[in-house]
Each structure stands twice: as structure tokens, then as C-alpha cells.
């Protein structure tokens, strides 16, 4: 049974940091890419940062790009996302997913139909 549990959210003023994990069980953490999604009330998920199986590769969306960093610990199965710089229109449900690895996936990170599983989601609140 795969489980993805994320945790670290919380509430933090305009400027603060905080950093997320997500601790992947119940399949082989490195077969797969990682990525992390938020989700606004009344608003659709949308795509917030994904990288390789490897490290070898990241991606972000252009709203955190140079604010938020994706990493992950193979050793551990856990994906991190650490934000910093926060603004209130970060204020959301954070959840983490996983999509297998292929040669040709990586161009979808960005979709979250491509996901193959997803984490319970972790709340951000940031405050002006």
C-alpha cells in the first residue's frame, strides 16, 4: 500500500519560511519523480515545483520560482519543498505526488493527471 504522508505546513507571517516533507512509502521512492501541488479554496491545484527520480533535474512554477527549493533524500523517501519569501497568495492545501519515472514524462510534471498517487495535503496559511 502506497502511502505518501506530507507534513510541515503551519501558519506564518508575509516573509517567513517554512519547509514541507513528504514520506513516501510502500513503493520504490526512486523509481519515481516527485512533485508538490497547492490547492486555494475555490481554486483548481495547481503545479508548484517537481524534480527526477535523481536530483538530476527541478522545476518550478513561475510564482515561486527563486522563493521555493524541491529536494529530496533517496536514503530517506522523503521530498522536501522549503519555502521562503512567503506572501499571502501562498495560502493553501499543500500536497506532494509521485509520477514513475519514463524517458518521456518529465515534459508533464506540470499536469496533475499524470500523478500516480498523492499525499493527504498539508495546510499553509500566510499571513499579511
Known amino acids: 500500500q502506497v502511502q505518501l504522508v506530507a507534513s510541515g505546513g503551519g501558519s506564518v507571517q508575509a516573509g517567513g519560511s517554512l519547509r514541507l516533507s513528504c514520506a513516501a512509502s510502500?513503493?520504490?521512492?526512486?523509481?519515481?519523480?516527485m512533485g508538490w501541488f497547492r490547492q486555494a479554496p475555490g481554486k483548481e491545484r495547481e503545479f508548484v515545483a517537481a524534480?527526477?527520480?535523481?536530483?538530476?533535474?527541478?522545476g518550478y512554477s513561475n510564482s515561486v520560482k527563486g522563493r521555493f527549493t524541491i529536494s529530496r533524500d533517496n536514503a530517506k523517501n522523503t521530498v522536501y519543498l522549503q519555502m521562503s519569501s512567503l506572501k499571502p497568495e501562498d495560502t493553501a492545501a499543500y500536497y506532494c505526488?509521485?509520477?514513475?519515472?519514463?524517458?518521456?514524462?518529465?515534459?508533464?510534471?506540470?499536469?496533475?493527471?499524470?500523478?500516480?498517487?498523492w499525499g493527504q495535503g498539508t495546510e499553509v496559511t500566510v499571513s499579511s
Open positions: 505526488g509521485g509520477f514513475k519515472w519514463s524517458s518521456t514524462n518529465w515534459g508533464r510534471r506540470e499536469e496533475a493527471r499524470n500523478y500516480d498517487y
Open positions: 524534480i527526477t527520480r535523481g536530483s538530476s533535474f527541478t
Open positions: 510502500g513503493l520504490t521512492f526512486t523509481a519515481y519523480n
